[in-house]
Structures are given as C-alpha cells and as structure tokens.
C-alpha cells in the first residue's frame, strides 16, 4: 500500500476562502498525484457528504471526506489556512482542512487506516503539531508517525 | 461506571471513529470503563451481549440509524448526533452518568436528528430486509420481556388470592354464581375489602396488573420498532385490544401496527423546522389516530362477528358427539389464550354449567390448564430452547396452570406464536377429549387444581390434565428444535432487553 499522505498533498498556504474551492484545490493535488482519477465525480461525492451535514467541528477543524468510485487508494490531502474558511462548525472557521478519500469498494484493511487517522484527529496534541509544522515534510512525518505509528 | 457506546455516521470513514476516540478519551478521563462499536466503513465488531448487559448506561452518537439497537433495549439512554460527541464528548459522558443515576432514558437535545434528519444508509436498509424475520423476533421479543413481569405479578397474586379466599373470590369481586351460590359484585371499591377480604384485595390487585399485559405487549413491541415516538400508539393499541375484546393476539398485530406506523412516518422528509415536533407531538398524535381507528373498525368488527359465529356454532354441537366437543373446546382455549375464541369456549363452559351440564365445564378448564403447565415442562426438560425470560416465566407458569389462569402461557406464544400454538392446540384438545371421555364434572368455574374437591373423578381429571402437559411439552420441544438456528439471535436480543427486568 502506497502512503497515506505525500509532501505533493500539502498546501500550507491554503489561499481559497470557501469550502468548494477550498476542497477543489486540494482535490487537485489528489488528481496530479493520480489518487483521484475523475476531478468532477470526486466533487460531487464529497460534496454530497457535505450536504448531508457540514464535516467542520469545533477547535477549527474541517474534515471534507467521502467514498468515491474516483478514489484508488485510500488517501489524505492536508491544507492549512490562516485566515480560516467556515466549516459548518459553532465555534468558528476551520484552520486545518483534512481531506479524505476513500475507494468506493475498498474493504476493511483500507479503512481501518482512515479510521486510526480519524481517532488521532481528536487528540489536541495532533492537532498543535499540524498548526506549527514548518514545511510538507514535517507533516507527512507527523502523519506517518501518529497513525502508522512509523 | 461501565458505558457501552455506539458511533456512526453517513460515509462510515471519519466522524464515526472521531466520536469513538473522542468518547473513549473523555470516559478514561472520568474514570469510567466504555467500549465503543463503531459501525463504520471498516466493519463494526459488536460489543458482546455480557458487556452491554453489564453497562450501566448506553451512548449513542449516531447520524443514521443504529443497527440492531434492540440489543440494548431498557438500558438508560443518551441518544444524540455524531458531532456532539466529538465536539462535547465529557458533556455527554456526564449525561450517560446522570442517565445512569435516574435509570431512565434521557432525551438530550439533539434525540430528534436521528429521527427526523438524515434517514437510514441505504446500505443499512437492505440489512434490514434480509433479517427481516430475526427483526420481527426481536420486536416481539422486546415485548414480550416487558410484558412477563406483569405475568408473573398479577398472575401470582390471582392464584393466591384463590388460595388464601377459595376460588370464590373471583365472585366475591366481580359478582357471579359459584358452586350455586350467587355473589353481588363489589359496586365500590372502598367496600372491596369488607366484601371480599384480602383475598379479595389481592385478587383486585392482581386483574388489574393483568389487564396491563395486552397493552404492555403491544406497547414495547411499538417501542422496540420506532422508539419512544411509537409507545403510546402501541400502548393505546393494546388498551383498544382488550376494549374490543382481541386478546394478546390483537394486542400483538396492534403493536406491530403502530410500530411499522411509526417507522413509515420516519421515512419521511421534513423541514427542518417541523422536525424537532416530530417525536414529540406529530408521530404520536398520527400514529395513535391511525392505529387506534384501525384496531377498533377494521380489527375490532370482525372479531365481534367471529365470537357470535363461533357461539351459535357451539350451540349446534352440543349433544353431538362429546369427545368432538372436548377436542373443539381444547383447541379454542388453546389457541388465543384469553382472546376472542377462547372467550366463545369458556362462555360457553360457564352457559352449560348453568344450565346443568357439569361435563362441558370440566373439559373447558383442564383444556385451561395444560397451555401454561406444558410450557413449564418444557422449560425445565430443554432448558436450551428457551431464553432467561422465557425460563423465568415458565417457573411462574406451574402456578398460573395449576390455578388454571392460562394466560401464563401468553409470553411464550407471544414470542413464537407459530410454534407455540399449535403445540398448546394438541395438548388441550387431547385432555379436552379425555376429560369428555373420562365423564369429569366441574361444578366450579374456575380455580383449576384448588377446586379438586368440586371435581367429579378427580383422579382420573388430574390424569387427564398430566397426560395433556406431558403432550404438550413433547410438541413444543418437537417444534421449537425444528427452528433451533434462529433461538440464538433471538436470546441475545432478548438477554440485553431484559437485563435490567
């Protein structure tokens, strides 16, 4: 199995303003790196998943995931924004943006990562990490180190 | 504290595990123990029955709807959406302790999401379908494990009271001729003890818990379908039932009725304003008016023409062929327990015992007495069939037999009733037939084994009733090993249902 994250799916300098096209452009990333075969069936699935109820939760955090006929490996792209864009959440825009692929018929060991990844979201520690981290390197090493525990 | 918990959400991938971690982090936190099933896209392992049924309180935290949630039926609840345990996990854990302490399930503000939000995934949908029998034996079984309690009391105090006072009492109480004695009914309750003595009390206080077992039958079967919404719909399902005189078997279609009502109205899509009123006042209010006009002009019609079909039927047979008529009579006391038909059958009984004929009586009362003591046996002789609440009713149900209240063996009908019917047909109709072969007599009404003194032929009666028993355990043990795969779903179901009873 490739790696979850790769330097080439950080943007730590997130400029969009709004959810879509926020989304899009670290859709984008996904597409170059030949995670994401179909840009526009990708969109509608997350955005699908958005519509049903915003992915944001507090502690500025937006989580835009969804399983995609699109997707070929299970797959993470991080953006960090630092003006923030609105997640859905109570308390406020979103500063980190995870988001998460999954293929449409992947089975269990695939998930079973997505589902580490999402745990360690929860963890305050993760998280301040993420918001300090110097370059794309140091998150994808922060990443590995959290969920694979590599 | 131990706390079971379950997460889930619509893509299965992210919040499902987020709330599961964000819960475990918070209940470590405060000390508590918790398992979390996360039913997500990596596969949810279910917490083992033993650990839900040593919970002391069960969180949900969950957009679509949690599958196979009867497993943790009767448990204080915390019902609310995936976010907030993310966002408040410790808030909630303290709301699983509250819950705990008052022993009841707590609506939290967010209870109507699930059920006026986001419907089930589709995928849960076709789950549903497929088990769709082991479901149906779930919801029956959840009302079944909160109907038996009732059994048990009112049935217990009945037959002491029969004890303490004689089967008299009954008369005493409700007015009515016993052994050619004619009783005034007590008019006013507050000369109930003066008239009829603690006996007397007992027995008042033991019909009364008795006619809850049709509507709590009906209600907790609506219940285990659609949730709280779908309680009072099954409930007023099960007070109509009795009203229009459908017996459990009215109760048990009322019940499904309501829940299958309720579940129909959740399906539909509302605005977000309207949603919150849903499980609060709109399902409620429809759903009881629907079923509630359902059970009393397309159920309750019927069963009224049935019963004067049936009687004028009887009145034909009599002075046919005796044998017949004891088979007849079993089978219709056997078949709904309390119900319309077996009401034609006792009417009867009671109309020949007035008329002079002893014979009918005798028949119509062993018949009576088999259902309850055949299950009993059986319970004891394959243990295994049957789950701990069925077990537990089968001790209270030597008594109920014995004191020929053949309502005790309604739980176990209720939760099998193709199986175990018929098994309690055979029994009855056999010691119908040998008692009408025998030439028994009765010239009491009721009080089956304590009135063996009024009995004509008591020992070859008490033989009749034992052979029926023996009959009717051999039948039920037959039928219920024929379908034994499905009994161990079934028991878990039921062991997490009845956990706290």
Known sequence: MADLITPDLVDLELSATERGQATRSLAERLQAAGRVTDLEVFMADVRAREAQMPTGIEGGIGIPHCRSESVTEPTLAFGRSAQGIDWGAADGPAHLIFLIGAPAGGGAEHMTILASLARRLIHASFREALREAPNPEAVVTLVKKEVLGQ | ?501
């Not at chain 2, 707590?106 to 076709?126: N, R, S």
């Not at chain 2, 309690?149 to 029969?162: R, S, Y």
């Not at chain 2, 006072?165 to 009954?170: K, Q």
């Not at chain 2, 949603?275 to 759903?287: C, F, H, N």
């Open chain 2, 1 to 501: 504290m131990k706390i079971v918990a379950v997460t889930s959400c619509p893509t299965g991938i992210a919040h499902t595990y987020m709330a599961a971690e964000a819960l475990e982090q918070a209940a470590k936190a405060a000390g508590h123990d918790i398992q979390v099933e996360t039913q997500g896209a990596a596969g949810a392992e279910a917490i083992p029955a033993e650990a839900i049924a040593a919970a002391d309180a069960v969180v949900f935290a969950a957009d679509v709807e949690v599958r196979d949630r009867e497993r943790f039926a009767g448990k204080p609840l915390v019902q609310t959406s995936v976010k907030r345990a993310i966002n408040d996990a410790p808030g909630l854990i303290g709301e699983a302790e509250a819950a705990a302490r008052s022993g009841v399930a707590t609506p939290t503000a967010d209870a109507a999401a699930p059920a006026g939000g986001a419907g089930p995934a589709p995928a849960t949908k076709v789950d549903q379908q497929a088990h769709l029998g082991t479901r149906l034996r779930q919801w029956l079984m959840t009302g079944v494990s909160y109907m038996i309690p009732f059994v048990a009391a009112g049935g217990i105090l009945i037959a002491l009271a029969f004890l303490l006072g004689g089967p008299e009492v009954a008369n005493k109480v409700n007015g009515g001729t016993f052994a050619g004695v004619e009783y005034p009914p007590v008019e006013d309750l507050s000369d109930l003890l003066v008239q009829a003595g603690y006996a007397g009390l007992m027995f008042k206080i033991g019909a009364v818990a008795f006619s809850m077992l049709v509507p709590i039958l009906a209600g907790f079967i609506a219940y285990a379908m659609g949730d709280r919404p779908a309680l009072v719909a099954g409930i007023v399902a099960g007070l109509l039932a009795n009203e229009i005189g459908a017996g459990f078997l009215g109760g048990l279609a009322g019940g499904l009725l309501a829940g299958a009502t309720v579940m129909a109205i959740k399906r539909i899509k509302v605005p977000r304003g309207v949603a919150g009123v849903m499980p609060v006042v709109v399902i409620p209010l429809v759903s009881t008016l629907v079923v509630g006009a359902l059970m009393l002009v397309v159920i309750g019609q019927p069963i009224a023409a049935l019963q004067s079909g049936l009687t004028d039927w009887l009145d034909g047979l009599s002075g046919s062929n005796a044998i017949l008529l004891g088979i007849i009579l079993g089978l219709m006391m056997a078949f709904d327990m309390g119900g319309p038909v077996n009401k034609v059958a006792y009417a009867f009984g009671i109309g020949a015992l007035a008329s002079g004929n002893l014979k009918v009586m005798a028949a119509v009362m062993a018949a009576g007495m088999t259902p309850p003591l055949g299950l009993a046996l059986a319970t004891v002789v394959r243990k295994n069939l049957f789950t701990k609440a069925e077990r537990q009713a089968g001790e209270a149900a030597w008594l109920l037999g014995a004191s020929f209240i053949t309502e005790g063996a309604i739980p176990f009908a209720a939760g099998d009733p193709l199986r175990v019917i018929p098994s309690l047909m055979v029994g009855s109709a056999l010691t119908g037939a040998l008692v009408m072969g025998f030439g028994n007599t009765s010239r009491a009404p009721h009080g089956g084994i304590w009135v063996v003194g009024l009995i004509g032929k008591p020992v070859l009666y008490i033989i009749a009733i034992l052979i029926g028993t023996v009959v009717t355990a051999a039948s039920v043990v037959v039928l219920k090993s024929a379908g034994r795969g499905e009994v161990e779903t079934e028991t878990a179901a039921t062991r997490a249902a009845t956990a706290t009873s």
